[in-house]
């Protein structure tokens, strides 16, 4: 995984671009999201009401 590799060691291989980084930044923020949501729809169906 290219994440991995990003954040092992002291950052000495992290992306230099800005751009990148807030590209990293804000994926990470959407599928942390997504999963987030996936997870209450999930029990939303499996707990009865």
Do not use: Q, Y
Not at 16 to 40: D, E, P, Y
């Amino acid at each position: 995984m290219a994440i991995t590799e990003i954040v092992k060691g002291n950052g000495d291989d992290a992306p230099k671009r800005l751009g990148v980084r807030i590209g990293w930044f804000v994926g990470i923020w959407a599928l942390g999201t997504a999963a987030l949501f996936v997870v209450a729809m999930l029990l939303h169906l499996i707990i009865p009401k």
